[in-house]
């Protein structure tokens, strides 16, 4: 009796520690040749950054340096890691920074902007079933591609541990 009670308080702390705070799910996502299908040599590396708010996708993706693409960034979906999927979304079209010599900048593109999910479209994303995908002249299929993924919030570890601890320390007061 005593097993199940610790085993069922434990699994409720893991429950609710996994919920995040008033619906606002932060991703992260790096970007690079290797993790294309088929992997390339491509020498950069981007990052995005993304917020799902309520059914609001906001989104922001970065390459650094003398990057240049025709094409548009996108968001493709749904496809585990080393599988592929149609277009999701088309991203905004990128907005160039020169490079600044003199200050180090390599310079860069960046894209961003807001898109609209159906609660269907939030689930694949949640389920870190959406990567990002750069084309470019050299790749018109993808030179640079990032899954997206849940980045968890330093609340959640916080809660699990201390209801593990709470579980641990009652278990040794009954014996």
């Known amino acids: 009796m005593k097993a199940q009670l610790a085993l069922r308080f434990l699994l409720l702390s893991f429950a609710l520690s996994l919920c995040q705070a008033q619906g606002r799910f932060e991703f992260r996502a790096t970007l690079t040749g290797a993790s294309e299908v088929p992997p390339n040599d491509s020498p950069y590396v981007a990052t995005g950054e993304f917020i799902l708010s ?20 996108t968001i493709n979906g749904p496809a585990p ?37 159906s609660a269907g479209q939030k689930d694949e994303l949640l389920a870190g079933l959406w990567y990002v995908n750069l084309p470019s002249a050299y790749y018109p299929n993808g030179e640079l591609r990032g899954q997206i993924q849940l980045v968890p919030e330093p609340a959640t570890w916080a809660m699990f541990g201390l209801g593990t601890a709470a579980l641990l320390l009652r278990c040794r007061r009954r014996t």
């Open 54 to 73: 309520g059914d609001s996708f906001f989104y922001g993706v970065s390459v650094y340096g003398y990057f240049i693409s025709h094409e548009g960034a």
């Open 81 to 117: 890691v080393g599988s592929t999927a149609p277009v999701l979304f088309r991203l905004n079209p990128y907005v160039v920074t020169p490079p600044d010599p003199w200050a180090g900048d390599l310079g860069g593109v960046d894209t961003s902007g807001t898109l609209t999910l």
